[in-house]
């Protein structure tokens, strides 16, 4: 998954973030397939249950039968056509979820060899607010970080001060 770099800084800020939002042991949906974060979550003494690979888009079955207390969603939504039939079907009464955001000197992401690995949404925050208060959540807890990287030229410079990750707790409207 990760053959040059591994995200460190992400992984520690949402670590941080979600443990602040709902402390372990709590149980948890991950929205996509097991990855270095699941175990990461797991050592830190959540209990967790992914997804299998579904597309989501097409298939909603894991979040409509599954009643966790909380649902994780860690860059996941960018790469749904519709990240809001998702959000209304979830049936647990919180989320964490987090995308990275719409670089202004960046386009958006496009693997050439993996379907998959693709944005098609990049948000700025605040679509990502609409988007989730539209779906019927409430958000109550926000941050955002940035992501250097160790490169040379005017976009690693400007990666240095643009945050890229925003990560949201909410609940859902009563």
């Known amino acids: 998954m990760y053959e040059k770099t591994f995200p460190d800084k992400r ?3 949402t670590l941080q973030f979600l443990e602040n939002v709902a402390p372990p042991p709590a149980r948890i949906l ?3 397939v097991r990855n270095p974060f699941s175990e990461i979550m797991e050592k830190a003494g959540y209990k967790v249950t992914n997804t299998t690979g579904e597309d989501l888009d097409l298939d909603q079955s894991a979040v409509q039968t599954t009643e966790p207390e909380l649902v994780t969603a860690f860059e996941i939504f960018e790469h749904l056509l519709a990240p809001f039939n998702v959000l209304q079907e979830i049936k647990a009464d919180k989320i964490v979820a987090s995308v990275p955001l719409k ?3 960046s386009p958006a ?3 050439k060899t993996d379907m998959w690995d693709r944005h098609y949404h990049e948000f700025e925050d605040w679509q990502f607010d ?3 208060e539209k779906a019927g959540w409430e958000i109550k807890k926000r941050h955002k970080w940035t992501n250097p ?3 040379i030229g005017l976009r690693p410079l400007l990666r240095l001060f643009t945050p890229r990750y925003y990560i949201v707790y909410a609940e859902r409207k009563k």
């Open 11 to 13: 992984y520690r800020e």
């Open 103 to 105: 670089l202004w000197f």
């Open 109 to 111: 992401y496009k693997s």
């Open 30 to 32: 991950d929205l996509g």
């Open 149 to 151: 990287v160790k490169k």
């Open 130 to 132: 609409w988007l989730l």
